[in-house]
């Protein structure tokens, strides 16, 4: 298992699945382990996937100081790992609350950005969140769903304040397009590969700065892609367009029938589609050089 060194001596670790050109992968969570992202519905077979183990998850190491869970100040660690990897310019993915974090390394760094990956990202540090009109509006959608009335009403009680287990367990199912076996399993996994101490600092006061990243955002020169499942809340396909209006080279792709983990509910449709992006950014751009390790 490779690691390398962030300049404040936090040893983090990454897991690479695949050949070909790299594609740095930053996982959601918040703070979740990066194997919840498995190899993206065979996205490996296509690209050389780089997995971030984000600090204090999976098997990187807890920093001395929690403050540094802030994702801000974890922009230093994805950059970190860039240059560990002797990379140019990278290809970056991100998923949900790794968007932020995603975000802020493009605003910090935008020359070291080839592409842009979002899947059913977060975007608060560009000033957009997801509030609960978007939840109901997408919940709407799952009527027919033999667990809908159970997961409803747990929703109901967390909008009304409560906190407890079984209510965020209840509401799980809306984030899949297919509650089955392969979709409960993964969300049985998310408890142990989850740093719930670090999820509350990441995105806590001052992480972000939404009028400074917009504005690099504007001028970004890397093509942006947005992806996103018909069943989604977090972004509704209508909110992840108006973030594509916040970039000058974004695209977007809703696919239908997914939720907020597309690569499970439809494999193929994913791969297909971010394949597609990043051989078409890897054409109008010189591939990044790799220096040897």
């Known amino acids: 298992m490779p690691t390398f060194t962030t300049p404040d001596g936090t040893e983090l670790a990454y897991h690479v699945r695949g050949e070909g050109e790299p594609l740095l992968c930053v996982p959601g969570g918040p703070m979740r382990a990066s194997a919840y992202l498995g190899d993206l519905g065979g996205l490996s077979a296509r690209r050389r996937m780089i997995l971030l183990d984000l600090r204090g998850t999976g098997d990187s190491g807890v ?122 399993a993964h969300a049985a996994a998310d408890v142990e590969q989850t740093n719930a101490e670090a999820a509350e600092v990441y ?16 001028t970004l020169d890397a093509p942006v892609l947005l992806l996103t499942g018909e069943l989604d809340s977090g972004p509704l396909p209508r909110v992840a367009a108006d973030i594509a209006e916040l970039f000058p080279r974004a695209e977007l792709t809703v696919l239908p029938g997914s939720g907020h983990h597309p690569w499970l509910d439809d494999p193929q449709g994913f791969t297909r589609t971010v394949t597609a992006f990043l051989e078409a950014g890897a054409v109008q751009q010189l591939p990044s050089p790799v220096r040897p390790r």
């Open 203 to 218: 995105a806590s006061s001052g992480a972000f700065s939404p009028a400074a990243a917009r504005a690099v955002m504007e």
């Open 63 to 184: 920093p001395a100081d929690p403050a540094t869970y802030r994702c801000d100040r974890q922009v230093a660690d994805v950059e970190a790992l860039r240059d560990h990897l002797g990379l140019d310019r990278v290809d970056l993915l991100a998923h949900s609350a790794g968007g932020d974090l995603a975000l802020l390394y493009a605003a910090r760094h935008p020359q070291r950005v080839r592409t842009l990956t979002l899947v059913t990202a977060r975007a608060r540090a560009l000033g957009v969140d997801f509030a609960e009109e978007h939840r109901r509006e997408a919940a709407a959608l799952r009527t027919a769903e033999p667990w809908f009335e159970a997961a409803y009403d747990a929703y109901e009680r967390i909008w009304a304040g409560s906190d407890a287990d079984a209510d965020w367990d209840a509401i799980t199912p809306f984030f899949y397009g297919r509650w089955d076996a392969a979709a409960r």
